[in-house]
């Protein structure tokens, strides 16, 4: 699966790039790897109460709020400049102008586009191997990348959410991406129930929106080229009351400063499209700790399930 929105996602492996496969362990990655976002979330529980602001006002407004001054920051976080400077070198930067250049460097990222790459790919002439070997190289890695860089945490946390049946469950994503929160939605139905994917008509979407409310949990996919809409309504829902999933890229959408859990996944690929394979086994994990989280719940689903199957002649 090596498809992406033209809103919703941009290059993976430039055709002119050589794709490497490095060791992969569990060893905290530093900011060229994960991304900053990433990063400020993965070392949210070693920080102070101080740091902890500072990495809140970075996310409420990234990557804005860390392109101004290391006194807008720390005004915006209503901490001291020392404290900022002190978060910055526990995510391992040498100072303010390391972590600007980090954040710079991401925006290019985040804005390139198929085309852009391509005709990068173009200029130095093509592939160096073929589709099968660059495959190979990428994805395995890209994947073992993504579930190793996964803090636990928010893996546990987007399970209790996803497992609670108090909680109705609401999925979407882009023209590409929502493939997965389709999948993720067909998956929870028969283990749980309660879950519904967005409609894209305006007047089903608008009907199902209407009631959101505290007792709503809200599954948003979106990776780089983000797309306004999915932000706006990620506001207009947590406005209700709802809670947020995030299922995202190593850079985080702007959604991340709005949702309560946020699951980032490598990209590469062996195309000029990101991938979405990485993605894809992310939900594949999720769905396989919400099946065991809920235990005998899931598998009394899957019986009344295939018996309604049978009694309506389903599919």
Not at 251 to 260: F, I, K
Request: charged share 20%; with cysteine; net charge neutral.
């Amino acid at each position: 699966m090596s498809t992406s929105d033209p809103a919703d996602e941009p290059t993976g492996l430039a055709r002119g790039a050589v794709p490497t496969t490095p060791a992969v362990d569990a060893e905290p990655a530093g900011p060229a790897s994960v991304g900053v976002a990433a990063l400020i979330r993965q070392r949210l529980g070693e920080c102070s109460p101080a740091e902890r602001r500072v990495a809140r006002a970075l996310l409420a407004a990234y990557p804005a709020a860390g392109l101004g001054t290391v006194a807008a920051l720390a005004e915006r976080a209503e901490v001291s400049a020392p404290t900022v400077l002190r978060f910055l070198s526990r995510l391992g930067f040498g100072g303010y102008p390391e972590f600007q250049r980090a954040l710079r460097d991401e925006l290019t990222e985040r804005e390139t586009s198929p085309l852009t790459a391509y005709r990068a790919a173009e200029r130095t002439g093509g592939p160096p191997a073929g589709a099968l070997s660059r495959a190979a190289a990428s994805l395995p890695d890209a994947v073992a990348r993504t579930l190793v860089e996964l803090p636990q945490g928010e893996l546990d946390a987007a399970v209790r959410l996803l497992a609670d049946q108090q909680l109705r469950v609401t999925a979407a994503g882009g023209r590409f991406s929502g493939l997965l929160a389709h999948y993720l939605v067909l998956h929870l139905m028969q283990v749980r129930g309660a879950s519904r994917l967005l409609p894209a008509n305006p007047v089903e979407r608008t009907d199902m929106l209407v009631d959101v409310s505290r007792r709503d949990l809200v599954v948003l996919f979106d990776f780089r080229r983000y797309e306004e809409p999915t932000l706006a309504l990620a506001r207009e829902v947590t406005a209700r009351g709802a809670r947020v999933v995030l299922f995202t890229d190593r850079w985080l959408s702007p959604v991340a400063g709005l949702a309560e859990v946020v699951l980032p996944g490598r990209v590469e690929s062996p195309s000029l499209y990101d991938s979405f394979v990485p993605a894809l086994a992310l939900v594949e994990t999720v769905v396989a700790a919400v099946i065991d989280r809920l235990g005998p719940v899931a598998g009394a689903r899957l019986k009344a399930m295939e018996q309604a199957q049978q009694e309506f002649h389903a599919g």
